[in-house]
């Protein structure tokens, strides 16, 4: 990969400024990013030196679901600090997952990419203050005006972010709460108070408006719950102190802590994915330009914090200012089986896979994921009988195997995975019918696809 340096005049300023202490010898990822072709849509802004403005450069990618008139919202899935988390945001616009979850509120896909340093300050970009949030507004009416979406600009957020990204999330929810449908924390809060530590961080103040916006705080066990020392210790403590601050003046804030992990996001998005979706469910408005509605109070469940179990609100014995709150009683149920083991079920088959064609001798198709479970892979078959699966042993360091793979900040890897099948074992001018199916992660199947004959060629094997 060739080295850049359009990154020297921004570190030098920032040497000069004293904001930061970063490595110039930097060989970033920045610039492998899949291809922005409709339905995705790309913008870069370069880093500045004018104070209050971003020093960093950032491309924002945003997906739009095809056939929408008019986006009812914007889900933001926020990377988090250091040059690999960067590059993970390079792919977070292109996650059928999340894609699935937005195409069910007619909500756009957006991931930002901040082209941040691994020796740079990340508060530079994750604290919004710093010029981010300004940033991100911006990308919101530029990348509106080429999807043909000017309402972009105007949509409420939905916001996901994994640490630093759960600070940036955090922190414009505080700053913008009227424009904030729900908000989730995975590792990452804002800081509310004087950090000796970190004097140069300025603390945020909770406005009224925040209380009303959902929030959850999602972190690894092993990130100062259970496992007290390390690098991710002071995790639970900032979560901890956020949670009673929030929730202590009547926040619609919980708590999920996951048993399996430490800073990875692992199974999380089995819990965040159907909890956003119950919260957009609720507050999106009807009509573009009506206010975001409130969250049914009578709904709601609560569970002791760091408990196990969950109970609907009017039965909760204790006090309620000390308990976290969740949405509803699908999500609750979800919430028990995440902070047990993870493993939240899903009754529901995937969607069928769609358009599967045959050109070349070569299979492709089209699929949406599964809302709940995501896509793990594809079953082919051949004249009935099942010929192979696509891929064919699914990978996942951190979590349920997935059709498009997980880097650590919740975005599928490169190259992005295709849906593609060609049939090695097929005798050249015998003529075959293929189907198609559809896996989640759950192991569930779906309807077979359409079926398509192909007759292969010795030339096409």
Not at 106 to 113: E, N, R
Request: charged share 20%.
């Amino acid at each position: 990969m060739r080295r850049s340096t359009r990154y020297l005049p921004v570190l030098l300023g920032l040497f000069a400024a004293g904001r930061a202490q970063v490595g110039l010898a930097q060989n970033p990822p920045y610039d492998v990013f899949p291809v922005a072709e409709p339905p995705y849509y790309r913008i870069r802004y370069e880093g500045s030196s004018k104070p209050g403005e971003l020093v960093y450069p950032v491309s924002y990618t945003v997906w739009v679901p095809q056939g929408a008139k008019t986006l009812r919202g914007v889900i933001v899935h926020q990377h988090g600090c250091g040059e690999g988390s960067c590059k993970s945001g390079l792919t977070g616009a292109y996650d059928l997952h999340w894609q699935a979850l937005a195409r069910h509120h007619g909500c756009a896909l957006l991931a930002p990419a901040y082209e941040q340093p691994e020796k740079a300050d990340c508060q530079l970009w994750c604290d919004p203050r710093n010029g981010s949030d300004a940033a991100f507004r911006r990308a919101l009416a530029d990348l509106g005006a080429r999807a043909g979406h000017p309402e972009l600009a105007e949509v409420p957020w939905a916001l996901w972010g994994h640490s630093g990204g759960g600070t940036w999330a955090g922190a414009m929810t505080l700053l913008h709460p009227e424009r904030v449908a729900a908000a989730w924390l995975r590792s990452g809060v804002p800081l509310l108070s004087p950090n000796p530590a970190r004097p140069t961080i300025k603390p945020h103040a909770v406005p009224d408006g925040a209380l009303r916006v959902p929030l959850l705080c999602n972190l690894g066990t092993k990130e100062g719950v259970t496992v007290k020392e390390g690098r991710f210790a002071g995790v639970w403590p900032s979560n901890e102190a956020f949670f009673n601050e929030v929730r202590g003046r009547g926040g619609l804030i919980g708590v999920a802590v996951d048993p399996l992990t430490s800073h990875e996001c692992g199974n999380q998005r089995y819990l965040a994915i159907p909890w956003l979706d119950a919260c957009l469910g609720a507050r999106l408005p009807k009509a573009f330009g009506e206010p975001l509605q409130p969250m049914p109070a009578d709904a709601a469940w609560l569970a002791p914090l760091l408990g196990v179990e969950a109970v609907p609100a009017a039965t909760f014995a204790g006090n309620p200012l000390q308990a976290g709150w969740l949405p509803n009683e699908a999500a609750a149920r979800s919430w028990m089986r995440y902070v047990t083991d993870t493993a939240v079920a899903d009754p529901t088959p995937p969607p069928a896979p769609t358009d599967l064609r045959a050109a070349d001798g070569a299979l492709t198709w089209d699929a949406h994921a599964d809302l709940e479970s995501g896509l793990a892979a594809f079953r082919i078959e051949r004249d009935g009988e099942a010929l192979a699966r696509v891929p064919e042993a699914a990978k996942n360091p951190f979590g349920r195997p997935l059709f498009q793979g997980l880097q650590y900040s919740d975005t599928p890897v490169l190259p992005l995975a295709r849906m593609c099948f060609r049939d090695a074992t097929a005798t050249p001018g015998r003529a075959y019918t293929y189907r198609v199916i559809a896996e989640n992660t759950a192991g569930l199947t779906s309807a077979p696809s359409a079926p398509v004959l192909m007759k292969p060629t010795e030339s096409q094997r």
